[in-house]
């Protein structure tokens, strides 16, 4: 059935929020190794070279946490909708590869970027992820059909043949010392080539008119290109934070209203980039050191910094994890009211409350919160 009350619109993390995208663990993989990832875990089961699903426990504890955000939201009159996994233990190929498993649909925020009334499909680079569009294609294809301003679109898809990846990359990577690595960051020679543009939708921090595009393990300069010409009204710009494992701007830099983001002190930003923002008069706040995860390290590629993956729910009100008390109390400090929202057992899976959501609406229109240019700002 059409519901005429859909409507895609979302221009930045913050506006009032009315209807989300919430992710699910099920059948979640460890995945196989491809160029562009190497999952080694081998005091949890998954040595390098192996593969398969996550313990079915873990999956069922991320899935009631997932579930319970999802209640969250509902209760405050936000709508949710939910991806349909496929069977993420198959093997997948194109005419160019063949890759033994896929991943997931556990953090939708990696997959699509919502602009305006827009729902863009990331290329992705991983060849797990190449078909995990198909996820979410049965919500994108109900909001095509029901708001007839929407723009759904999909980036090329990527060839992702050898010549994408350089080769061996992760066995040199992993042995260079911290200043080379950081100087392999600062100039993007990390392991993807540009041979085509590739990116990830979750390496986008969007601010109204500013798109913020951090090139990373998993984003190209081409894929900056590209979404700097698919955005010809944008300000789009390419960014670097000082990080080991660049993968995913928002747990290292998260706008959190007009004039506030919220900053992982450990990654630091690029002068250019901070001065670009202080000069509109935005604050640039470093989070607080996150609560310990040890207990959810298990199989996890994922931080602690996902502490600051926070989901606005409006410029005022922010869902924060619920073992995150010290970043909370930073957050009333600066105003904010925190809904606190146990979410530990999903880090596992890809990721925090931002990572597990997708903007389908919020209130809200394109503004111009940087009206001051900056060197190339
Ligand atoms: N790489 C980040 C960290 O571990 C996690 C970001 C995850 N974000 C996402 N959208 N999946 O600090």
């Known amino acids: 059935m059409n519901d005429r009350t859909l409507r895609v619109n979302s221009w930045n993390g913050w506006d009032p929020l009315r209807h989300v995208l919430v992710g699910r663990a099920d059948g979640t993989m460890v995945q196989a190794p491809e160029p562009a990832v190497q999952r080694d875990f081998p005091d949890d089961g998954f040595p390098l070279g192996s593969y398969g699903p996550m313990p079915a426990e873990m999956t069922a504890e991320a899935n009631e946490q997932l579930d319970d955000f999802a209640g969250i939201l509902q209760r405050r009159g936000i709508r949710v909708d939910r991806p349909t996994p496929l069977d993420f233990s198959q093997q997948v190929?194109?005419?160019?590869?063949?890759?033994?498993?896929?991943?997931?649909?556990?953090?939708?925020?990696?997959?699509?970027?919502?602009?305006?009334?827009?729902?863009?499909?990331?290329?992705?680079?991983?060849?797990?992820?190449?078909?995990?569009?198909?996820?979410?294609?049965?919500?994108?294809?109900?909001?095509?059909?029901?708001?007839?301003?929407?723009?759904?679109?999909?980036?090329?898809?990527?060839?992702?043949?050898?010549?994408?990846?350089?080769?061996?990359?992760?066995?040199?990577?992993?042995?260079?010392?911290?200043?080379?690595?950081?100087?392999?960051?600062?100039?993007?020679?990390?392991?993807?080539?540009?041979?085509?543009?590739?990116?990830?939708?979750?390496?986008?921090?969007?601010?109204?008119?500013?798109?913020?595009?951090?090139?990373?393990?998993?984003?190209?300069?081409?894929?900056?290109?590209?979404?700097?010409?698919?955005?010809?009204?944008?300000?789009?710009?390419?960014?670097?934070?000082?990080?080991?494992h660049p993968l995913h701007i928002d747990a290292t830099w998260v706008p959190l209203r007009p004039g506030l983001v919220l900053h992982c002190g450990e990654r630091p930003a690029e002068p250019e980039l901070v001065k670009y923002y202080e000069i509109n008069d935005w604050e640039v706040v470093e989070a607080v050191q996150p609560a310990s995860w040890k207990h959810y390290q298990r199989l996890s590629f994922c931080s602690p910094w996902l502490a600051v993956n926070i989901l606005n729910l409006d410029p005022q009100t922010v869902c924060v994890e619920e073992t995150e008390v010290r970043l909370a109390d930073q957050l009333v400090k600066y105003g904010f009211e925190v809904v606190p929202v146990p979410f530990r057992a999903v880090g596992p899976f890809g990721g925090g409350l931002h990572c597990a959501t997708v903007d389908i609406e919020r209130d809200g229109v394109l503004e111009d919160y940087f009206p001051h240019r900056y060197g190339r700002f």
Not at 140 to 151: H, I
Not at 190 to 213: H, S, Y
Request: glycine residues 4%.
């Open 93 to 244: 190929a194109t005419p160019d590869w063949t890759q033994e498993s896929m991943f997931g649909c556990m953090p939708p925020r990696d997959v699509l970027l919502t602009v305006g009334n827009e729902i863009l499909e990331a290329t992705m680079c991983y060849r797990s992820r190449w078909f995990e569009y198909l996820a979410y294609r049965p919500v994108l294809q109900q909001l095509f059909d029901a708001d007839p301003n929407m723009r759904w679109e999909a980036a090329p898809k990527p060839r992702l043949t050898d010549a994408s990846y350089r080769p061996g990359f992760w066995e040199t990577y992993n042995k260079v010392p911290l200043a080379e690595k950081l100087e392999r960051v600062r100039n993007h020679d990390l392991v993807l080539t540009e041979a085509e543009p590739l990116f990830d939708a979750a390496d986008i921090a969007r601010c109204g008119k500013d798109l913020f595009v951090q090139l990373s393990l998993v984003t190209n300069r081409s894929g900056y290109r590209w979404l700097k010409r698919h955005f010809p009204d944008h300000r789009v710009h390419a960014v670097t934070f000082t990080n080991t």
